[in-house]
């Protein structure tokens, strides 16, 4: 039976029926925000291609941190910027490397927020490929050797969970057998699954890590974009592995293997919505073609609807900022009456009271 006994109009009349009915919310407690640690002191400095996230001296990185909490964001993921690099990385599994400094100083200063790290090496190597380079080629194995003692390192220095970002074969096994003969039984690790060969990384390499190719690219480790299958074997791989997380990165163009990752597996599921992504719409908007945060809660909602639970987005600021202002507004609250941590955690809808006879 269809029209005119159903008409779909009915429930979008108006606000409080599209909310009534609305499938998807997004929340403040999805999202991850990245963040660059770099050395010195008092340095916060802006990435041109990311504006609004920025390159951190520790000090500053535990500011930011605080301001991210405050908003009520559960967790950051954490890059570093070392000051040198060299043929083998030595810098990614350093004690006193610039991620492990950081990790250490968010632990101690900012406890109540979870730090993500990033392990790779490609940000520490002078070739800036993530791993160890024989004749020209990524060398698998030799590499996992490297990824488990950075690994090691983050787990030491305090990390509460670690992420493996190069797509080597056997990554998540490597850093599983290491954390556990070491006694991080209960560190998860969420795997960069099905990470793509992709072009919209160049914002964050070029400016976020200043990590550049001296030769070649990585799609020999990373995944061709013409594939979704195979999106799927490489998940149910890390699976085994002992992946706790499940990553599809990147998000926007990719809401397909999204989609299918979650039918599939069932897991926790992260997106990575990639600077590239970020860029784009920064620049859209900057031109006047594209309005910024109707955009970006566009594409953070629907991110969520293809089945993502955790969203890593360098909006993460931004977007939770707006909501707990709308929540603010919401229950009677005027945004700029009241500071962002005074509402967050967001409080529960009021409750209507009962009259019990
Ligand atoms: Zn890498």
Known sequence: MGFPVHRLRRLRQNNNFRELVRETNLSVKDFIQPLFAVPGSGIRKEISALPGNYHLSIDCLVEEARQVRDLGIPAVLLFGVPETKDECASGAYSPDGIVQQAVRAL??????ILVITDVCSCEYTTHGHCGIIENGYL??????????KITLSHAEAGADMVAPAAMLDGEIRAMRQIL???GFHNLP?????????SKLYDPFFKEGTHSTLSFGDKRTHQMDYSNSD?????????????ADIIMVKPALFYLDVVYRAKKEFQMPLAVYNVSGEYAMIDAAAKMGRLNRDAIMFEALTCLKRAGADLIITYFAKRAAKLLSEQHAEAFGKVPGETTISQVVPLPEPPVKKIKTP
Not at 139 to 148: C, G, K, Q, V, Y
Not at 189 to 197: C, F, L, N
């Open 189 to 197: 690790i969420m795997g960069y699954s099905a990470k793509y060969a």
């Open 180 to 182: 556990d003969a070491h």
């Open 139 to 148: 060398a698998n194995d030799r590499s996992l050797e490297l990824l488990a």
């Open 107 to 112: 632990k101690s200063m900012v406890p109540d």
């Open 230 to 242: 195979e999106a799927m074997r490489e998940i149910a791989l890390d699976i085994e592995e002992g």
